[in-house]
């Protein structure tokens, strides 16, 4: 069948680690059922769970499930760090590590 995917068809070692690094960060949505019989997707995918978590801490609402899907997504990221091998590598004159966004620090405010 022409929709099927060939089985037999073997992946190289960056394509399996690539649908790792896929299934840990967007798995796919889980189908579940209410007891009225109405049903509903559960998405798992970092992207969208930290997106609602940070809706949550806009609205002032920082309670246990927040606190635990921070949590899940960083377990996530770190295990497709492990997968891709991604190192940093600390220089010996760095007093401290200074965790914020790519090209947002103002080295003028570092010392205050």
């Known amino acids: 069948m022409w929709w099927k995917k060939n089985s037999s068809v073997k992946k190289s ?31 798992y995918a970092v992207d969208s769970n930290l997106e609602a978590v940070l809706c949550d801490l806009q609205e002032g609402k920082n309670d246990a499930v927040s606190q635990a899907i921070i949590n899940s997504a960083i377990k996530k990221l770190l295990e497709a760090r492990k997968l891709l091998g ?4 600390l220089d010996k004159r760095a007093e ?9 620090i103002n080295i003028g405010n570092v010392d205050e």
């Open 13 to 43: 070692e960056t394509e399996l680690k690539l649908q790792m690094i896929e299934d840990i960060l967007f798995p796919q949505y889980t189908l579940e059922a209410t007891p009225n019989g109405k049903f509903f997707h559960i998405d």
């Open 96 to 104: 401290y590590i200074i965790l914020d966004l790519p090209n947002n």
């Open 86 to 89: 991604v190192k940093q590598y």
